[in-house]
Structure formats: C-alpha cells, structure tokens
C-alpha cells in the first residue's frame, strides 16, 4: 500500500521543483461512455493517481508551493445523498480533506470562480498540455480572465511549462513502497500464466483461457488487467497485439499468453508461449530455445549503468543467431544484425519502463542517447520470433509459429531482480507442468 505520507513526499518533492511563484494544475481522467447509459468502468490517470491516490473522476489537483494558507487543494464532487444512491459513494470534500491529506477541497462546480485567484500572482503554471482537450480550453480562459483584470491590478502567469516532464522523471524511478506492489502484481499474474498453462487443452477457446487469466488475477486480489490480455494460438500468435481471443485452440499449436494484472494501479506485463497439447514439436521447440536465450541473454544485460538498448541488442545478437542456424537467414551474423535482417520476424523492441501505466512514462533518450539504467527502474525483457503463414521464402514447416518470452525486470545495484521469476520458461519445465495437469 502507498501510505499518505509517500503521496505527501510526492507532491513535496514537485513543489520543490517548482519553486515558489508557480502553481501546478492536474485533472483526473473523465468517465467515458461504453454505450447509452453505461460507463467503461473507470480508472484514474496514473499522473494523477501518483500525486494524489484520489480514486473519483471530476477532480482537479492544484498545487501551490508556498503558500500559507495550504500547498494542496483539491476540487471534487460533493456529496449528494440520490447521486449516491444511485451511482456510488463519493468522499466529498471533508472526506478528501481527511483521508487524502489536501489543505482544502471545494466543490468541482466552483472551480471556475476559484481558480483564476489562485493562478493570480503565480509567474508559472505546470499543466500537462494535450491530454485533455476541454479542460486546455479551461486553463486558457482563466488565464484570458486574468489579462483582462489587468488593468485593475491583476497579474496573469506569463510562463505554461509540461508538468509531465519532472512528474515523469519522478515516476521513473521506484520507491520501496511502489516495489513492494510490482513484486506482488508480478508474482500473482505469474501464478496465473501456470493456471493456465495446466488448464490449456486442445479443443478449449481462447476465451475460456482468457476467463481463466482473469479469475485467477481477481482471486488473488487484483480485480482489473493492465492491458487487454492477448490470449493467441497458433497463427494469432504473429499478429503482436491480437486482442479478439475467441478461437478454438489447436492440438499441435502454441499459445501465446500476454497478459499481467494490476495492483493497486501498478502493472505486470507477462508474456509466456506453450504447446497447446503439452508437449512441443521440433520446430517449435528449437525456436523457443532461441527466444529464451535470447530473453536470459538480454536480462543479464539489465544492470545499473548499462544503455537501456543493452537488453535489445543483446537479443537481437542471439535471435540472429538464431534464424542462421534455424537455416531461415543465411550469412555473417555481425552483418545480419547490421542489415536488421532478423525485422521480418522480430520487428518489436525488447523491452520498455513499467510502472503505474504498462508502457511506463520516462524519456528513453537523454540528449538523443539512449539512457542509462539506473537502481529503481522496472522494465519489461520480451524478446520474440514471429513466423507468419505466407511469408515469402520462409519453409512451411515454420509457419504458425510465433513466440515472446517477456519478464519485468528491477534494476537493483547488484544488477536485477526478475520480479516475474515463478512464472517457468523452461520448456522441460512447461511440457512437466503440463503432463501434472487433469
Ligand atoms: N502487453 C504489451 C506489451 O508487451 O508491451
Ligand atoms: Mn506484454
Ligand atoms: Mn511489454
């Protein structure tokens, strides 16, 4: 659990960054309609979430540091006793104030009348331009009402600047507390991977295993997925984010299975691929090897102070390898890897940040050079072979075939920490785990 004291260090650690003179302003995500009547079911802007753990829509985070009469306030809907009778409890501002730590609430419907005298005498406004276009038209028209009182004395802020920029950097890296959860989001969508790989059968839908994925999550305790989970047999499996999950599964095929829980808002993002009759065929098997290597040579390469393109390179070094030996490249390694030979089968990057969004915030690039890893990171290691049907001077006997191995993986000063770990890679290991099953 994030306690409130974290939340507090958060926002103090951006105020700091800020400076006094500068105000920050950040809307939490809208409800969006699925269809008349009826909600997707919501989920907080993880920026959002990170500075506050406010859980409502129809919010606004304001920060001013400085200031004497309280730093944090935040806008929200009151309570209202039908609203809530129907649609759900709310905290209110008392609540608010109370359980999330703000100096002082208002009701959301105010905010117009409060805000520009909050902004006024602040030079700088943080705002993440972009994300929500209604609420840039707000922040322009509060700003057009303060250069219109001008005249009677009143002084607008000059300066706009990204908020997400510092937020993100901050996002990048973990807290102990914030570790604690990927460790338990990753470790319970792992067991939920060998949930399934027991229940695999031919014959079975991929929906049913995708329903398998999903009561396993829940029944340890995470009630959503961190991303629509691809549940893709044989063929599917060459179609990188195949998302309808609704085809029988094949006796001689594999299933790929990427799917990762979230916790506490946090996301595992885990993809294991297996024989849907329990035991591999040649080929696929001597593909499978290669992509492990490739996914252990490319983990080893996650250390503090290594570029965060080590893990790729690496990968892409062993996959090469791979499809020369495999007879489906043919010449110099070294040159294979230079022409990127290997992108008609492998055309994805190895890995990427982890956190509170699936594909984690943070710059990749610092000054047009990859960044360097650092203690406290997490990113994800999913090397891949994709052997699509039809593809041109590819042997038959390949086609079908499509494989990931992805882990989440620490930076941790010794090196790493694979918080994915108990989910088995092995292919010995899953063809045993496999022939236990009932
Ligand atoms: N599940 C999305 C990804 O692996 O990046
Ligand atoms: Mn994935
Ligand atoms: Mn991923």
Redesign the pocket.
């Known amino acids: 659990m994030i306690k409130k004291a974290e939340y507090t260090r958060r926002r103090r650690k951006l105020m700091n960054f800020m400076g006094n003179n500068s105000i920050a302003i950040l809307p939490s995500n809208s409800e969006v309609t699925r269809s008349r009547d009826t909600e997707f079911r919501f989920r907080q802007h993880s920026d959002f979430h990170f500075l506050s753990g406010f859980p409502e829509p129809e919010s606004v985070i304001v920060l001013l540091p400085g200031r004497e009469q309280g730093e944090y306030i935040l806008f929200c809907r009151e309570k209202d006793e039908v609203m809530e009778t129907w649609h759900g409890r709310r905290f209110g501002q008392e609540g608010a104030i109370k359980q999330f730590g703000c100096s002082d609430a208002f009701p959301i419907e105010d905010i117009d009348d409060i805000l520009p005298g909050l902004m006024e005498g602040r030079e700088r406004i943080y705002y993440e331009f972009g994300n929500h276009s209604e609420f840039d038209n707000n922040i322009m028209g509060w700003i057009n009402i303060l250069r219109m009182q001008v005249k009677t004395g009143a002084h607008p802020p000059g300066e706009l600047i990204d908020l997400s920029h510092v937020l993100h950097d901050m996002r990048l890296f973990k807290s102990p507390a914030e570790i604690k959860i990927m460790r338990q989001v990753a470790e319970l969508s792992a067991q939920a991977h060998m949930v399934a790989m027991k229940e695999c059968q031919p014959g079975k839908n991929e929906l049913e295993i995708e329903a398998e994925i999903k009561y396993q999550f829940a029944k340890r305790g995470a009630r959503h997925e961190a991303?629509n989970s691809?549940v893709a047999g044989g063929n599917n499996a060459c179609i990188l984010?195949y998302v309808e999950n609704d085809q029988p599964l094949l006796n001689g095929d594999l299933l790929l299975i990427?799917a990762?829980a979230e916790l506490e808002g946090y996301a595992a993002?885990i993809?294991r691929t297996f024989p849907i009759n329990g035991q591999f065929s040649a080929e696929q098997l001597q593909a499978y090897n290669w992509v492990l290597k490739a996914n252990k040579e490319a983990i080893k390469e996650v250390k503090p102070g290594k570029p965060w393109t080590a893990p790729h390179d690496a990968a892409v070094k062993v996959l090469t390898k791979g499809l020369v030996e495999m007879g489906i490249l043919e010449g110099n390694v070294e040159q294979l890897v230079d022409e990127e030979a290997y992108k008609p089968f492998y055309m994805h990057k190895t890995g990427?940040w982890l956190g509170l969004d699936?594909?984690d915030v943070g710059d990749y690039l610092i000054e047009k050079e990859p960044r360097t890893l650092q203690v406290g990171m997490v990113l994800?290691v999913?090397p891949g072979l994709y052997f699509a049907p039809n593809t041109a001077g590819l042997a038959k006997k390949w086609w079908g075939i499509g494989i990931r191995i992805?882990d989440d993986v620490l930076v941790i000063k010794k090196g790493r920490e694979v918080l994915s770990k108990s989910a088995i890679k092995e292919a010995a290991a899953i063809e045993k785990l496999m022939s236990s099953s009932v």
């Open positions: 991303y691809i984010h990427d990762g993002d993809t990427h699936v594909h994800t999913e992805e």
